[in-house]
């Protein structure tokens, strides 16, 4: 039978969903699961939007990619990737994105193309439900706490989700434009926008798919003091 661990080892990041909605209950459920993540002092720090709806979805998408066109790099409310990329870390990105072009057989030079596939971010991969996640920004002023909790609230979202059979990918894309997600649905003032998971049903013949990153070794990032 499915173990845990294999939940783990067999998720991965889909890029391409069927039309296919998710319904309400399984949400919840979902939902109700990942409340269960343990946090420090049982803060509970996340507010999360589960969105279905087709025409909002579209209107953070077009309001994000709209940004991005004229020029704004990010527009966030916390700095996701680091200012100055080092080893081993910078590598792993570039091998990262090298290998799911690669994938795509997208020349590296095809700026429309590689553009269009950024631009697939917010269209949400054609899945039909995002869930946003918040935090107050009382908890992460001078404060990093409730970044590690919402952190690992994302991947009870995602395990559970495979639960029901469900693909999911966390994005780190829309922590860059957090500020414009937040305008968009008109946010409380004192929210600030962590990160989305696109959640739904895997397209299984789409080729972008297949891909897996490769993890390291243990050894390059655990040391055993026995």
């Not at 962590?194 to 297949?210: C, H, P, Q, T």
Request: charged share 25%.
């Amino acid at each position: 039978m499915p173990t845990i661990i294999n939940a783990i080892k067999n998720r991965s990041s889909k890029r391409a969903y069927l039309p296919k909605p998710v319904p309400r209950d399984i949400q919840e459920k979902i939902l109700d699961a990942a409340a269960m993540t343990p946090s420090g002092a049982n803060m509970q720090p996340w507010i999360t939007y589960a969105i279905s709806n087709q025409e909002v979805l579209k209107n953070i998408g077009d309001a994000i990619i709209e940004k991005m066109n004229s020029g704004v790099e990010n527009d966030q409310f916390i700095q996701y990737y680091p200012l100055n990329w080092k080893a081993p870390y910078k590598k792993r990105r570039i091998e990262t994105g090298i290998g799911l072009y690669s994938l795509m057989e997208v020349d590296r030079k095809d700026v429309e193309k590689r553009t269009q596939m950024w631009h697939d971010n917010f269209r949400w991969f054609g899945a039909q439900t995002v869930f946003f996640v918040f935090t107050d920004k009382a908890m992460i002023e001078n404060a990093h706490g409730a970044l590690i909790d919402c952190g690992a609230y994302m991947q009870s979202i995602m395990l559970a989700a495979g639960e029901f059979g469900l693909g999911t990918c966390p994005q780190g894309s829309t922590t860059e434009f957090g500020k414009v997600v937040a305008k968009v649905l008109d946010a409380p003032e004192n929210l600030a926008l962590l990160y989305s998971i696109v959640i739904g049903y895997e397209d299984k013949d789409a080729k972008i798919n297949e891909y897996r990153p490769s993890r390291a070794d243990l050894n390059e990032n655990v040391t055993f003091i026995s």
